[in-house]
């Protein structure tokens, strides 16, 4: 694994400094003058940093199995990234002989080498160990939906070999000889008493472990363990174990303002886009959503839907082909820029650009009846994007998304809300992960 590290970034590495000699090339008609490559080298260290910073950002070294869609989404924003760093680096270590049509010309021959080099590794990868094969443990129907989601994108990452049902729990030793699956996947609903006995007899073979969290195994993931006068316990802290006002608000303010900039234009020109199809309807679109501590707040968005779009129905939640839009708006959600007025929500304080998503106050009470812990979420400021945005998908439904929450409760700081905002970026490119 550490070796396989290694090579991924040697090779991204050589792929992005090769696009850089590649762009020289290009540039100078197949010369390198030595006063441009003098600069190049000058800033050679610091790209290399940025790369890295943005690869790892990006989780792009890691071993965990991930589709060819959300790798190369992923390349593409470290390659536009990168591409705006550079620019902004040449201006601050005054590189002139570093010409701007350089980056550009790199970027593309970048992204082809990424690519080329990364699908290689990917496809290589996947020859090598094929599929991770998996047995389900849980209740019948829980068991199956987690199947159907583990091979909604085909059998290339994920094969399950077989379900061990409720009834059948005392079969696990002969089910694993006779499946020999590589991973066992236990449903949260199992009995705690029998999950760790087979949890027990699993870990005994070598097999790899995987477990589908409760509320309270997410708290207990991050506990501390301690002694009370030779008791062994587990200290469970409180939800939020770093306060998160204060350097989330600046945070958000400072994103808020930056991007406010380049997203006026945008704003307009979809604001008359929609004034165009529709001249005597609203382009706002006033909703109320349920923030941080419970607090109603009205969610301002660009209008995608017909109006009186929930007159008949009362409030329903929307679909990915959803037949309320209209034409403009279909073309809004599909780019995500119906979202560009929540910046005013941020400004307000009414909402983080990182956290749990807000919801409808309807939806709310029903799902607080639904899920244990669901009102948990709400001692976060919700957010634009969230943990359940970047590692689920638009059809996730609610009792993971809750978990992802809660994991981003107990994780919470500057950093990872910037590699969130981040990889949202490489989400947006992904339709059935954007949501």
Not at 326 to 343: C, F, H, K, N, S
Not at 398 to 423: C, F
């Given at each position: ?127 090598v160990q094929g599929p991770l094969t998996l047995l389900v443990v849980g209740p019948l129907e829980e068991a199956t939906e987690r199947t159907r989601q583990l091979e909604a994108h085909g059998s290339a990452l994920f094969r399950v070999v077989g379900i061990l049902g409720e009834g059948s729990y005392g079969e696990l030793p002969e089910t694993l000889e006779r499946l020999n699956p590589k991973g066992i996947i236990f449903c949260s609903s199992i009995p705690r008493e029998k999950r760790n006995r087979m949890m027990a007899e699993a870990m005994g073979r070598g097999i790899s472990v995987f477990l589908i969290p409760g ?221």
């Amino acid at each position: 694994m550490r070796w396989t590290k290694v090579g991924k970034v040697l090779g991204d590495l050589a792929c992005i400094h090769a696009g850089y000699l590649v762009a020289f090339l290009i540039r100078f008609g197949g010369r390198l003058p030595a006063e441009n490559w003098q600069a190049y080298l000058k800033a050679a260290p610091w790209l290399t940093i940025i790369a890295l910073l943005l690869l790892q950002a990006y989780d792009l070294f890691s071993g965990r199995r991930r589709r060819w869609a959300e790798i190369f989404s992923s390349l593409v924003c470290v390659v536009g990234l990168l591409l705006l760093a550079g620019l902004s680096l040449s201006y601050l270590l005054q590189t002139y002989a570093f010409p701007r049509s350089t980056f550009f010309l790199a970027a593309a021959a970048q992204l082809v080498f990424l690519a080329a080099w990364r699908r290689l590794a990917w496809a290589w990868s996947l020859y090598v160990q094929g599929p991770l094969t998996l047995l389900v443990v849980g209740p019948l129907e829980e068991a199956t939906e987690r199947t159907r989601q583990l091979e909604a994108h085909g059998s290339a990452l994920f094969r399950v070999v077989g379900i061990l049902g409720e009834g059948s729990y005392g079969e696990l030793p002969e089910t694993l000889e006779r499946l020999n699956p590589k991973g066992i996947i236990f449903c949260s609903s199992i009995p705690r008493e029998k999950r760790n006995r087979m949890m027990a007899e699993a870990m005994g073979r070598g097999i790899s472990v995987f477990l589908i969290p409760g509320v309270d195994d997410i708290f207990l993931a991050f506990s501390s363990a301690e002694q009370l006068n030779g008791i062994p316990v587990f200290r469970i802290s409180s939800f939020q174990e770093v306060p998160v006002g204060g350097w989330k608000r600046l945070l958000d303010i400072a994103l808020a303002l930056l991007l406010l900039v380049p997203a006026l234009p945008v704003l307009l020109l979809a604001a008359l886009a929609i004034k165009l199809e529709s001249p005597r309807d609203p382009v706002f679109y006033l909703q109320e959503r349920v923030g941080q501590g419970g607090k109603i707040f009205r969610l301002v968005k660009l209008r995608t839907m017909v109006p009186d779009a929930e007159k008949d129905t009362g409030p329903v939640l929307a679909s990915t082909d959803d037949p309320r839009l209209t034409r403009v708006g279909r073309i809004l959600r599909a780019t995500r820029l119906d979202e560009l007025p929540q910046l005013w929500n941020v400004l307000k304080g009414d909402m983080s650009f990182v956290g749990p998503r807000p919801e409808r106050p309807f939806f709310v009470e029903k799902l607080e009846k639904e899920i244990p812990g669901y009102g948990l979420r709400h001692s976060l400021p919700v957010g634009i994007t969230g943990l359940a945005q970047v590692e689920g998908s638009y059809s996730t439904p609610p009792e993971d998304k809750l978990r992802y929450d809660l994991m981003y409760g107990k994780t919470a700081s500057p950093l990872v809300d910037l590699r969130i905002i981040l990889r949202t970026l490489s989400v947006l490119m992904l339709r059935d992960k954007a949501s």
